[in-house]
């Protein structure tokens, strides 16, 4: 018999590259995905499209607060939890309501309905944005934990939540703190995708401060492996960086997109935006030796393969505006 598995946030930038590689492995999948406008929900659609089209996926087109969670959870063996309000900088003022209902509320029900469920194990995607602002480089799990975003925090609040749920009802999980993941699909708010349509569609890139901060990029399909790991395994650790190993700084990276698409673009720096860290570097010592975890695609490669997915995004949108004009 075929072995179940559900994804929340499948329609998502990880969470469709995740449902597309299980289906690959030979499992059912039901993805669950609210289609929120923090973005283009058709962008969404796009997503979401090539697993539609497959046997053994279903998708649940609802809010996991309004949702019959544990309906949906019988019989599965792994709950990937990627469902979220994602962005850091927009997490500030009346925005945080959503962050909380998305990233606290959600992940609480999600725990409650897997209480009531028993026996599924639960991978929760979390995030480099729960360690805060640290000289202390490379950060390791153990690293001290001092979001400065709202949306840090409100990822800290959902490890917090897991790891209770496991001190008082012996819940099977791993949490996956992921450094900056890039790759086709990326959420257009993020800096590759910003940078890359500034340079495709001739706009201007605006860096926030010197343009020196660094990340730990991670390309998707590293992050997606990382996922497939932490659901087979059985050792005791709960919490992984999940890193991709190219640390690089903001104007490194405008240098290779530059190389890539081969434009010029003019290019504006403003002030740093508040709840940005200045720098992320992953410890995935972890990682490596308890899930075997190896990132596997390195800068340019994985730059590469987002610019030629966003090329092909913009002239199959410059196709369906041309068509019947
Ligand atoms: C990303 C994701 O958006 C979060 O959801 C995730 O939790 C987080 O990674 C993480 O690693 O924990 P961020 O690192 O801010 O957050 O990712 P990008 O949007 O790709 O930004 C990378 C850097 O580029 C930041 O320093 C940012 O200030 C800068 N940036 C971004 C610009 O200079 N200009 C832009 O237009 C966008």
Redesign the pocket.
């Known amino acids: 018999m075929k072995r179940k598995v559900v994804v929340t946030g499948a329609a998502g930038f990880i969470g469709s590259h995740l449902c597309e590689r299980l289906l690959d492995d030979g499992y059912i999948v039901t993805g669950i995905d609210s289609f929120t406008d923090y973005y283009d929900p058709e962008r969404k659609r796009g997503n979401i499209r090539a697993s539609l089209s497959r046997d053994g996926f279903d998708l649940v087109e609802e809010d996991i607060n309004k949702c019959d969670l544990a309906g949906v959870f019988k019989g599965a063996e792994t709950v990937f939890h990627l469902a ?1 309000q ?4 927009r997490s500030w003022g009346s925005e945080f309501s959503f962050y909380i209902d998305s990233n606290i509320l959600a992940t609480q029900k999600i725990l409650e309905a897997l209480r009531e469920v028993g026996g599924v194990r639960l991978v929760y995607s ?5 360690y805060g602002e640290t000289r202390d480089l490379p950060m390791n799990e153990e690293h001290r934990l001092k979001p400065v975003s709202p ?2 925090a409100t ?1 800290l609040s959902g490890e917090d939540l897991c790891a209770l749920y496991d001190f008082n009802f012996d819940l099977s999980y791993a949490a996956l ?6 790759g086709p699909r ?2 257009p ?7 890359i349509t500034a340079s495709l569609e001739g706009g201007e ?5 010197d ?1 020196r ?6 390309f998707v399909s590293d992050a997606v492996e990382a996922n497939i790991l932490a659901a087979r395994y059985t050792g005791d650790e709960k919490i992984f960086n999940i890193g991709g190993g190219s640390r690089v700084s ?1 104007l490194d ?1 405008l240098e290779i997109i530059r190389k890539e698409t081969g434009k010029e673009v003019k290019t504006s720096f ?1 002030e ?2 508040k ?4 720098d ?1 570097w992953a410890d995935t010592t972890r990682a490596s030796s308890e899930l075997g975890f190896a990132p596997a695609v390195k800068l340019e490669e994985g730059l590469a393969k987002e610019v030629a997915w966003y090329k092909d995004l913009i002239r199959n949108r410059n196709g369906r505006q041309g068509f019947g004009k």
């Open positions: 979220a994602a962005g850091v900088r979390s995030s480099s944005s729960v949306y840090g990822k703190r992921y450094f900056t993941v890039y990326q959420r708010d993020m800096a590759f995708s910003r940078f890139i605006e860096v926030y401060g343009g901060q660094t990340r730990d990029f991670t903001v990276v403003l740093r935006a709840g940005d860290v200045l992320t």
